[in-house]
C-alpha cells in the first residue's frame, strides 16, 4: 500500500443459530413422536430433502429434471425427493397469484415425471409439498434426510443449512447441495457447490452426496458443526 496506507482484515460473519435451541427442538417429545412417524413413512427409502420459495430464479424446473435424470440412471434404488415451501416474506417477488400459477405448472410437470416413472417400474417419486411447512416437520425432515439441496439465493437459505448441520448429530450421515451463487458458507466442508441452471452439474452433485462414503461424510459434518459452534455470527 502507498502513502502510508495499510491493510485492514474484515470478517464478514454469517448467519446462525443457536445449537442449544436445536438440540432442545430434537428432544422434545412431540418432535420425536414426528420424526418417528416420518422415518415410518419414509422407511424403505433414501430421502433427499430441497427447499424452496417457488421462485423462477431458483432453478428448480433444471433441478426437479435433474433429479428425475439421476432416479432413472439408479434403477436398482429407492429414492424420494421431498421439496419443502417455506414462507415468502420477500414482497419483490412478485404477485401471488404469479406464484400459484408457477406453482401449480411445477406439480402438474412432477404429476407427469411420477407417472413415467412409475410406468418404467422404478420406485423413486417426487413429491412437492405446497403448502408450508411446520418448524418441526422441517427440521424433521432434515435429520432423517440423506441430502439436503438448498439453492434460494435468500439469506434464510443460510439459516436453512445451519439448521441441517446440527439435526445431524455424531456419526450421522447427510450432504448439502448448495447454488454456487449463493453468499454464504463457502468455507463449509460438507458442501457440493453447483450451478442451479446446469442440469449436468446438479445431477453430478447428487449423485456424489449419496454415494459419498458414510464415513467421510459423518466426519466432514462433524467437521463443519465444529466450525459453526466455534465460531458464530
Known sequence: MKNGGRKVYIRVAYP???PNYIKE???DQSYVDLKN???????SKTLIVGIAHFTKIEGIECLIHAVRAVFESEKNQTYHFC?????????????NQAK???LNELMTEVNTINESM???GLRCEIEILDSVVSEQKKLAL???????IAFSPYLDNDLHILEYLFTKQSGVTGSIILSEFSHGH???NSLIKVNPFNKIEIIEGIKKGLLRNNDISSYLLQMDRNLITNFTA
Not at 421439496?83 to 404477485?95: A, M, N, Q, R
Request: glycine share 2%.
Open 100 to 102: 400459484k400459477a408457477y
Open 16 to 18: 446462525s443459530v443457536d
Open 118 to 120: 412409475k410406468q418404467k
Open 186 to 188: 463457502k468455507h463449509l
Open 142 to 148: 432434515m435429520e432423517i434426510s440423506k441430502l439436503l
Open 83 to 95: 421439496l419443502l415451501k417455506f414462507e415468502d416474506v420477500y414482497k419483490h417477488d412478485g404477485d
Open 25 to 27: 427442538a430434537l428432544s
Open 37 to 43: 412417524s416420518l422415518q415410518e413413512k419414509y422407511a
